[in-house]
């Protein structure tokens, strides 16, 4: 069983950044993929950006040139770098981890272990 925290959520202006981090209780957290997903309320958690266990990334078309994916795996934790963050960008953000490690999947389905969440609020 992984157990993932999200921080680093907060308040901040529209095209300013943030960095977010999923921590992760398990030593052989390396071998994981890991997605980060976001959710509004009444909508379907949509995804953002995954990482292989090897590092190869992929990402929601809406974060291309904005959001950087990365793992530090020493520390167990993979990161979400966000720049240029819109108003759009408000939401609560998720990260998520599968054993597939080879593959960065868009699919929430293919994650069985989920984080609690952190919310992102971007003033306009």
């Known amino acids: 069983q992984v157990h993932l925290a999200e921080s680093g959520g907060g308040l901040v202006q529209a095209g300013g950044s943030l960095r977010l981090s999923c921590a992760a209780s398990?030593?052989?957290?390396?071998?994981?993929?890991v997605g980060w997903f976001r959710q509004a309320p009444g909508k379907e958690r949509d995804f953002v950006a995954a990482?292989?266990?090897?590092?190869?990334?992929t990402y929601a078309d809406s974060v291309k040139g904005r959001f950087t994916i990365s793992r530090d795996n020493a520390e167990n934790t993979v990161y979400l770098q966000m720049s240029s963050l819109k108003p759009e960008d408000t939401t609560v953000y998720y990260c998520?981890?599968?054993?597939?490690?080879?593959?960065?999947?868009?699919?929430?389905?293919?994650?069985?272990?989920w984080g609690q969440g952190t919310q992102v609020t971007v003033s306009s």
């Open positions: 998520a981890a599968t054993l597939y490690g080879m593959v960065a999947n868009p699919n929430r389905h293919a994650y069985s272990y």
């Open positions: 398990e030593r052989a957290f390396s071998s994981y993929a």
């Open positions: 990482i292989t266990r090897s590092g190869s990334n």
